[in-house]
């Protein structure tokens, strides 16, 4: 396991803090974050431990329900400081887009009063394009920060979860805000004021 | 002697510690991701005082690299005394480039106008907010407040407008008109004139807003419906300039200001400096389209 010292928290925390926000006030929209020299354990992609490393400190908690979630968990508590818990009260939930949605169930989604008191989702996926390719799933994203929609093409996530997603956020403004990474660090948010249609292209 | 290399630098980039920043840029994520909702947040110490534009600034500083342009105005100038302080606060602590150009710029911070001129998809525009909770005046406890955002329950507020036209014939929001964000929050723009509020609608550039001393942090996304709030039969409107117009360039459909001479005649000119400078040297400059705007004719064609 890899302490991450090259690792500059103030620039390279900034710079990707910034492409994070601009996926996320352009959902849909595809951010190549940086191919930095760090070494996660296998399970989680360089995009998503180039997320917990440019938003996590003490105060955030997370939870990783990959298939090699202890060694995820050590090495992201090793090099963030962040708490781990359980992923009903977890801030931030790894995950593997092919898993289970069942996992997610618990996630929290806030409250009327506090909506922002809930979970965001990094999820690893093998691929996103803005073109079409072989067993993508074709995603159709509408709301504030598109001008009219936004297609992206994302493959290795179960449609399962993206139904399991759908239920959270049924009921604006709770729900869960999404942000995946493929093993290319392409990098797409989907907030949960965007409503997304899926279908599957063979 | 050993030599102390740690503290070379007095302080650290950007001001901020990074916790703190880490802290606010996690609920600027959230913020954007439920437009117009108040995100609370630390609002950390900084050397001005709380509600002398902190959160503007807090926003600003969380987000800033090395790359980034920065403009700040207040009250549509560069030159006055807020900006000018925070200016060169912010360049001291990053050594960004700065400017007076709203299109060269990247972050630009305000207080109280929006930009004239359009702003684009590379752009973040940064609001300081002295009250972010638009339901304050009918309703003054938060957990009350908190709730009525939670339920879409507006009637108070709606009541309030609808009194105002009954007593004055006219809602009387000058500054810091109440809008609706996404059909969902009602939201308060900051105390940015009604001729601002369309500009926020549909806008190309990402919105933060940040209130330190109330210690809220809330945004509007691109391409985002922002409605003011209005009647089926009455309507909003903006500032009407039509019988005015600028004393230097004859223009007016943009936000004017009001000047006295010595001889005690009246002027009025152009609030915001950086466009009335580009108009004045016939620099091309691409002002904000909104249906209010559309509708107007140039007072002195």
């Excluded at chain 2, 606010?24 to 001005?48: C, D, H, T």
């Excluded at chain 2, 549909?202 to 001393?213: D, E, M, P, V, W």
């Excluded at chain 2, 609030?271 to 705007?293: A, C, G, R, T």
Aim: proline share 6%; net charge negative; charged share 25%.
């Amino acid at each position: 396991m890899r302490r991450e010292t090259n690792y500059d928290e103030v620039f390279d925390a900034q710079e990707q803090f910034r492409l994070l926000l601009d996926c996320m006030a352009r959902p849909g929209k595809i951010n190549v974050l940086p191919d930095m020299d760090i070494l996660p354990p296998a399970g989680i992609n360089k995009g998503g431990t180039l997320i917990a490393l440019s938003l996590f400190n003490a105060d955030v908690s997370f939870c990783s329900l990959a298939d090699n979630s202890d060694e995820i968990t050590a090495y992201l508590a090793l090099n963030t400081g962040a708490t781990v818990a359980e992923v009903n009260t977890a801030d931030y939930i790894f995950l593997n887009g092919h898993q289970n949605p069942d996992l997610i169930d618990s996630a929290k989604h806030g409250n009327l009063s506090y909506p922002d008191e809930s979970a965001t989702l990094i999820i690893d996926v093998n691929k996103i394009a803005t073109e079409p390719f072989l067993n993508a799933i074709k995603l159709v994203l509408k709301g504030p920060g598109i001008e009219t929609e936004t297609v992206v093409f994302v493959e290795g996530i179960n449609p399962q979860l993206l139904e399991a997603i759908k239920e959270l956020n049924l009921e604006f403004p709770l729900g869960i805000d999404l942000m995946i990474t493929d093993n290319q660090n392409n990098l797409i948010c989907i907030p949960r004021s965007n409503r997304f249609v899926y279908s599957t292209i063979n | 002697m050993v030599e102390n290399k740690k503290y070379v630098n007095k302080y650290n980039f950007a001001f901020i510690d990074e916790a703190t920043k880490k802290e606010i840029r996690r609920k600027l994520l959230k913020a954007v991701a439920i437009p117009g909702y108040q995100v609370p947040y630390s609002s950390p110490e900084m050397p001005i005082s709380r509600g002398w534009g902190t959160g503007g600034l807090h926003v600003t500083l969380a987000i800033i690299g090395k790359a980034d342009v920065f403009k700040i105005i207040d009250q549509g100038s560069d030159a006055s005394v807020n900006a000018c302080n925070l200016r060169e606060f912010v360049h001291m602590m990053t050594n960004c480039k700065t400017t007076f150009d709203t299109r060269e710029a990247t972050l630009i911070q305000t207080r109280h106008r929006v930009t004239e001129e359009e702003l684009n998809e590379n752009q973040i525009y940064i609001y300081q907010v002295p009250q972010p909770e638009p339901l304050r005046g009918v309703e003054r406890y938060e957990n009350k407040t908190r709730q009525m955002h939670g339920e879409a329950d507006y009637a108070k507020m709606w009541v309030s407008l609808y009194e105002q036209i009954v007593r004055h014939g006219d809602i009387m929001l000058g500054a810091g008109y109440p809008v609706k964000v996404n059909d969902r929050y009602i939201m308060a723009p900051s105390p940015i004139p009604k001729w601002d509020c369309p500009n926020i609608n549909q806008s190309k550039a990402l919105h933060l807003f940040g209130a330190g001393r109330e210690k809220r942090l809330y945004a509007v996304p691109p391409h985002t419906k922002v409605e003011p709030l209005e009647f089926e039969d009455v309507q909003f409107h903006p500032e009407d300039f039509s019988t005015r117009a600028c004393f230097k360039t004859g223009y007016n459909k943009v936000y004017l200001d009001e000047l006295y001479f010595d001889d005690g005649t009246r002027h009025f000119v152009i609030n915001d400096s950086n466009f009335l400078d580009k108009m004045v040297n016939h620099e091309p400059i691409k002002q904000h389209s909104n249906k209010y705007l559309s509708e107007l004719k140039n007072g002195t064609e």
